[in-house]
């Protein structure tokens, strides 16, 4: 397995706050891997660092041997790193269909003055991008909400929504905050097998994730930050039984679930 | 209401606007009937700009850019007055441009303040400069010169209704323009931009170009109009053009549903040119009673005239405003499950830009 993605040192300071503190880790190809910690450890500032939202005060970020520090959002993206947001976030005037379709533009090929005049190019390329995204649609399972819009959809199906858009932008690296947080069992369960196929697929998985069943269920590795700082890394059993992370992070209720 | 019923109530508004000059003998009614559509089209232009995220508040000044150039053509070139059409909206476009790639760097937020100095700044401009003519004005615009139809007949531009449509010509290629965008991809892009600029970007939607490209269509655009205006008007003055023209077209779209990208303007514009007419007999009073009437309207319905009646949901101004204050992935409302509560969160919205 060789390394998709990589940190070292990386630091983000707010004002007096870092948030994160000298975190270096390594995403290897074709795993799933879970980022957790506590409330506050930073993880959702190392997402947005790993997606161009935020600029790290130092350290570096590397994507398959290219730096991405200070690239903007955008840009991550074409380079094919999608990001999953933590709240259900779609384009809510856009049936389920068109949210996907929109994943697509970063391939489109038809100029700007085709797609205005309709030309038969652009209208191929479009209809091509709508079968791509209806069969995305179909095998997330949203196939018999494909014209609803996003927000008559229940929470389940809108997160699938998120990460069906984010696939559509073709990424090497997935990036998907808290994937099951609110989700009925079921849900999570249609998800966790989701992510599953995603890795299958040979999309490497990166997650940020309280839920700890899921995480020991799903993850090849985890790492643990609590304070901004890696305080534990290695597969979830390990982990998990690991005292300082106990200590520092699950406490009793959520060790005994997991 | 689908796409073949609109198509057919916009024809019938098309014949309906076609038929009225020849049916009114009032030139008053014809005069009103231009400045209404002038202001619409000036609020799809805002509308325009809003649908991908920003609120453009530069628009007149860009109006008078274009009336300006044509008014400099007219009156100071042997070019023919035609050619100042096209020479305008390069012009404004060219502009517009040069704007935008300063005022898009920052955020959308500071954009709004960013327009808003433009349109402080165009009339001065006119005004301050013995070039432009000053306060004075640019006058004695001459008409487009007449479109010979062979055998001596011509269409001639000197009556109210002979102006009214080549408006309607150059809005109807206006809209027909707006409405191919909309439908293409760059539409879409827009669309998504206007909806959520973070997840947008999740996308590998560039907002910087985005932007500029709907700053600049919607800048040309206007000046289309300014073109119109100079031809129409024969005078210019830098007060015409001030920022609170600019106002006004946001209150336009507004008043009649920002939703509605073609509709909405049409019918806030018509409301809001009539109803200070009608409100003459109120004397000096007027704009103060055509104010406090156009803040009702707005409280009661944010969504407009439209969104009351049709149910559409937009994001209406406050939201919008407050869309464009939001961190990365925040929840639209409400929906606080599980979010991280620490100093992170709001530390990130300083950093961010």
């Known amino acids: 397995m060789s390394t998709i993605f990589e940190a070292q040192g990386l630091t983000k300071s707010f004002g007096g706050l870092t948030a994160v503190n000298d975190l270096s880790f390594s995403v290897e190809e074709s795993e799933i891997l879970g980022l957790i910690g506590p409330n ?95 069969e995305i649609i179909d095998m997330i399972g949203l ?116 | 209401m689908s796409s073949r019923v609109k198509w057919a109530i916009a024809i019938l508004l098309f014949a309906l606007a076609v038929a009225l000059p020849q049916l009114i003998s009032s030139a008053y009614i014809v005069r009103l009937m231009i400045l209404t559509l002038m202001n619409a089209m000036m609020a799809m232009a805002f509308v325009m700009g809003l649908r991908a995220g920003l609120l453009n508040i530069s628009l007149a000044g860009f109006w008078g850019i274009g009336a300006y150039t044509t008014g400099m053509i007219a009156t100071k070139t042997d070019l023919p007055v035609w050619s100042a059409l096209p020479i305008s909206v390069v012009v404004a476009v060219a502009v517009s441009i040069i704007v935008g790639l300063i005022l898009l760097r920052g955020s959308a937020l ?62 109807v290629a206006v809209m027909l323009v707006f409405l191919a965008l909309y439908r293409s991809w760059a539409g879409r892009a827009w669309l998504a931009l206007g909806l959520s600029p973070d997840l947008a970007q999740t996308v590998a939607i560039n907002p910087y170009r985005y932007r500029l490209a709907v700053f600049a269509v919607s800048s040309g655009a206007v000046a289309v109009l300014g073109f119109f205006f100079a031809v129409y008007s024969s005078v210019l003055q830098p007060s015409v053009f001030d920022a609170f023209k600019s106002i006004y077209i946001q209150m336009y779209a507004v008043l009649g549903g920002i939703a509605f990208p073609f509709a909405g303007p049409l019918l806030g514009a018509a409301v809001l040119t009539i109803l200070p007419e009608a409100l003459r007999l109120v004397g000096d009073f007027e704009p103060i009673v055509t104010g406090a009437l156009i803040i009702v309207i707005v409280v009661l319905m944010p969504q407009g005239i439209l969104g009351l009646l049709s149910g559409r949901r937009a994001k209406d101004m406050t939201e919008f405003m407050v869309a464009l204050g939001r961190k990365p992935g925040a929840p639209a409302r409400g929906d606080e499950t599980a979010a991280e509560v620490d100093g992170e969160a709001e530390a990130q919205d300083e950093t961010r830009r």
């Open chain 1, 143 to 258: 196939g018999s909400v494909k014209d609803e819009l996003p927000v008559n959809l229940p929470h389940g199906h809108q997160r699938l929504l998120s990460v069906a858009t984010a696939l559509a932008t073709g990424p090497r690296l997935l990036l998907l905050d808290e994937p099951v947080t609110g989700m009925n069992p079921s849900e999570t369960k249609h998800m966790v097998g989701l992510i599953r196929r995603i890795r299958d697929d040979g999309i490497t998985v990166v997650l940020v994730e309280h839920h700890m069943k899921v995480v020991v269920d799903l993850c090849d590795r985890v790492v643990v930050l609590n304070y901004g700082r890696k305080i534990a890394e290695g597969t979830p059993r390990v982990v998990v039984d690991d005292p300082v992370v106990c200590e520092a992070y699950l406490g009793k209720r959520a060790f005994d679930a997991a």
């Open chain 2, 110 to 171: 500071s954009f709004i303040i960013g327009s808003l100095v433009v349109a402080f700044i165009v009339p001065l401009v006119f005004g301050t400069f013995d070039f432009f003519e000053g306060y004075v004005g640019i006058i004695g615009i001459s008409p487009p010169e007449a479109i010979p139809l062979g055998s001596g007949a011509a269409i001639r531009f000197a009556s109210e209704p002979s102006f009214f449509y080549l408006l309607l010509a150059l809005s």
């Open chain 1, 40 to 134: 506050g450890a930073g993880k959702s500032t190392v997402f947005s660092m790993m997606s161009g939202f935020v600029r790290p005060t130092s350290g570096e970020l590397v994507f398959e041997g290219r730096s991405i520090v200070g690239m903007p959002a955008y840009a991550v993206t074409g380079l094919g790193i999608g990001r999953v947001f933590q709240h259900s976030v779609s384009f809510n005037n856009l049936s389920v269909t068109e949210n996907v379709v929109v994943g697509f533009l970063k391939e489109r090929r038809a100029h700007i003055l085709g797609s205005i005049a309709r030309t038969r190019k652009a209208r191929m390329e479009e209809r091509a991008f709508r079968e791509r995204a209806d």
